[in-house]
Nanobody, 125 residues
Framework: VQLQASGGGLVQAGGSLRLSCAASGGTFSNYEMAWFRQAPGKEREFVAAISWSGRNTYYADSVKGRFTISRDNAKNTAYLQMNSLKYEDTADYYC???????????????????WGQGTLVTVSS
């Protein structure tokens, strides 16, 4: 499956952005989806994940209550709605897909075999 992330940009602190991850070349509903991010000089970190059905979602503590992950299997697209953005949310955001992840594996980057290119989110303070 190929993934195309979009929706990044420059936003003031307290603002909102919605990222999209369009999938092609596979049966989208077979894949668990996730978002990771990487800030300059830092390691890639887990942000959020969603099960293939959309029933189960998982969030990093740092974004819980502010970010919402969702998916539309009819449109082959996953989303990350980001509200109340903070300066420390500035990073490249990557979407990822896996057809073999469960349990705590959702938060681990190596659980995901397919990755999109990053989309840059810059939050000004």
């Amino acid at each position: 499956v190929q993934l195309q992330a979009s929706g990044g940009g420059l936003v003031q602190a307290g603002g909102s952005l919605r990222l999209s991850c369009a999938a092609s070349g596979g049966t989208f509903s077979n894949y668990e989806m996730a978002w990771f991010r990487q800030a300059p000089g830092k390691e890639r970190e887990f942000v959020a994940a969603i099960s293939w059905s959309g029933r189960n979602t998982y969030y990093a503590d740092s974004v819980k209550g502010r970010f919402t992950i969702s998916r539309d299997n009819a449109k082959n697209t996953a989303y990350l709605q980001m509200n109340s953005l903070k300066y420390e949310d500035t990073a490249d955001y990557y979407c990822a897909a896996s057809n073999s992840v469960s349990g705590r594996g959702y938060i681990l980057a190596f659980s995901y075999a397919y990755w999109g290119q990053g989309t840059l989110v810059t939050v000004s303070s």
